[in-house]
């Protein structure tokens, strides 16, 4: 067996760990991944600022619309 280290963004801190599984997860989710994993993660760059807090919204948002979809069927 090999294993693959795909060239993905990487923090620069200790702190924002969560915020690159969380982009890593709807990458590959979104990506429909199957062949290469450097198709789509080719860039070992930090994410700015900008990007993170976009992360934060977007997740925040669909959690949001989760869970008042989930108070409606109750």
Known sequence: M????PNCRRQLG????GY??????????CTN???SWNKIFNDSSPMEAADMEDIRRNWASFILSVSR???TLK
């Open 2 to 5: 090999q294993i693959i280290t």
């Open 69 to 71: 979809n989930l108070a």
């Open 20 to 29: 690159y599984v969380m982009k890593h997860m709807h990458t590959i989710i």
């Open 14 to 17: 200790s702190y924002e760990c």
């Open 33 to 35: 991944i199957i062949e």
